[in-house]
């Protein structure tokens, strides 16, 4: 398997998580970001999305995070990721989705880049921007940990997917300097996940493209 991915990006950090729950080895392919190197017409002609993470395995390609962990459950079962149980299940999906459709999409490099370069926002503007919906999305997952949550992970004794997304997210909000204090659960489950091996071999870094 090959992983075209960015050391910084959170949806490349969900499925390097993956991969090393997983055991499974890889290629690891960086596609700087800052550089723009998603863009590059030989990589979109692979990726149209233009965005990172792909995973190539064999002859399927996959380009989005969740639907690469999903295929990883199913071709690599051990440890699931995705409860099979349809309400376990649902619950992990739920908190997932909550951040990787309402917190991720709006405050990705892309956007934050085009609410600076193309609608002339300030720095202080994008900042504001970041952490009004960074507030707005870990509230909801604060409620549902706090609802639904056990164990020392999101759901239980072992990691999810609901884990591999809310590290990265929570990574990322630390580096843009967000306040985290009224996310106490959040905080609990992250420093566990940090504790623990595979999520340390995912982290930003410790990969080869790592830089400042």
């Not at 499974?24 to 149209?48: I, S, T």
């Not at 459950?73 to 995705?82: C, K, N, Q, V």
């Not at 905080?187 to 940090?194: A, D, K, S, T, Y």
Request: net charge neutral; glycine share 4%; with cysteine.
């Amino acid at each position: 398997m090959q992983l075209h991915n960015f050391f910084n990006s959170s949806t490349s950090y969900r499925v390097r998580i993956a991969l090393a729950l997983k055991g499974l080895p890889y290629e690891y392919l960086p596609v700087n970001l800052r550089k723009q190197e998603q863009r590059a017409p030989d990589y979109v002609a692979r990726n149209p999305s233009a965005g990172v993470p792909l995973l190539i395995d064999g002859d399927v390609a996959l380009s989005q995070s969740l639907a690469i962990i999903d295929y990883l459950d199913a071709t690599h079962p051990e440890p699931r990721l995705i409860p099979a149980d349809t309400l376990a299940r649902a619950r992990v999906l739920e908190l997932s989705h909550a951040i990787s459709c309402d917190i991720h999409p709006v405050n990705n490099m892309r956007i934050l880049r085009y609410l600076q370069e193309v609608l002339g926002a300030s720095e202080a503007q994008k900042n504001a921007w970041y952490h009004h919906w960074i507030r707005e999305g870990l509230t909801a997952v604060e409620a549902l940990l706090a609802r639904h949550g056990h164990g020392a992970y999101c759901f239980g004794d072992a990691p999810t997917l609901a884990d591999c997304c809310l590290v990265p997210q929570v990574a990322n909000a630390q580096r843009m300097g967000c306040d985290l204090s009224p996310y106490p659960r959040i905080l609990r489950v992250v420093e566990h996940c940090n504790a623990q091996p595979a999520f340390q071999q995912a982290a930003p870094a410790q990969q080869p493209d790592y830089t400042k």
